[in-house]
């Protein structure tokens, strides 16, 4: 499991690299065109997972390092993060 989040990780961080690529350097205009879009609704996506994951975050060290890389990977990192662990219940 460990290698498919990272994968992802490395795949978006990829694909922040040629939206950056196309940002700086126009590609012809269809392809223009789908990757700007792409690029938009992946960082909405991100955006959301963002503000649905916040309170998961307030118990760790680094909340806002935490949050970049959400915006940075998504749901890759999010699920990187390990679970608190409940405090046993007394019947």
């Not at 350097?25 to 792409?38: D, E, K, M, S, V």
Request: no cysteine; charged share 10%.
């Amino acid at each position: 499991m460990k290698f498919i989040l990272g994968l992802g990780k490395v795949l978006t961080v990829v694909f922040w690299g040629v939206v950056l690529f196309n940002l700086l350097l126009p590609q012809p205009l269809p392809f223009n065109l789908l990757i700007n879009t792409a690029g938009i609704v992946l960082l909405s996506l991100h955006v959301l997972e963002v503000l649905f994951f916040n309170a998961s975050l307030r118990g760790r060290s680094h909340r806002w390092f935490d949050r970049l890389q959400i915006l940075l990977t998504g749901i890759f990192h999010v699920m990187s993060i390990p679970r608190a662990q409940e405090a046993p219940r007394n019947a």
